[in-house]
């Protein structure tokens, strides 16, 4: 009795193995990872930014986190000068949503590259945001919120001075 019910559990152990090596093989084969609870892409070369595929608006720390880590990334601040220089993200680059210019300017930008926009609350970032997927550029980013949001999360700010 005692070897009979050792053996049925050696046999089970032995299939929840194989079920968990099987599991393990499809996730790599299938998808880099999980990020809060959103299942990722596949196919891409950058495994980070492939968990990101599906979605367009990211909260502050998750923009932070993404911005950092993608490979080729550029934050774009979409602000006002007179806006950027009360304090603006580290590395930003400043291309103003309002100037006449503003659409020649992101034409101009390397599609190739990953983009991570944001504005003061939100609501340019949101537009810009599709304009620039309406122009091709496979891989752009808001931050939800704006930079109020940055803010209100107590993410730093550089001082521009201006």
Request: glycine residues 10%; contains cysteine.
């Amino acid at each position: 009795m005692r070897i009979r019910l050792y053996k049925k559990h050696l046999y089970i152990a032995a299939a929840a193995f194989v079920l968990l090596v099987a599991g393990a093989i499809y996730a790599q084969s299938s998808c880099w990872a999980i990020v809060d609870g959103k299942a990722c892409s596949t196919g891409g070369n950058d495994p980070i930014m492939d968990s990101l595929t599906n979605y367009t608006h990211l909260p502050p720390s998750e923009f932070k986190f993404y911005s950092a880590s993608a490979e080729d990334s550029v934050i774009l601040d979409i602000r006002t000068p007179a806006e950027v220089g009360t304090g603006k993200i580290a590395e930003a680059i400043n291309v103003d949503y309002y100037a006449s210019d503003f659409q020649a300017k992101l034409r101009g930008l390397n599609k190739n590259k990953t983009y991570f926009v944001y504005c003061r609350s939100g609501n340019r970032s949101t537009q810009a945001v599709e304009l620039m997927r309406q122009m091709g550029f496979p891989q752009v980013f808001g931050l939800q919120g704006g930079i109020d949001a940055w803010v209100g999360d107590g993410l730093a700010v550089e001082e521009t001075g201006s």
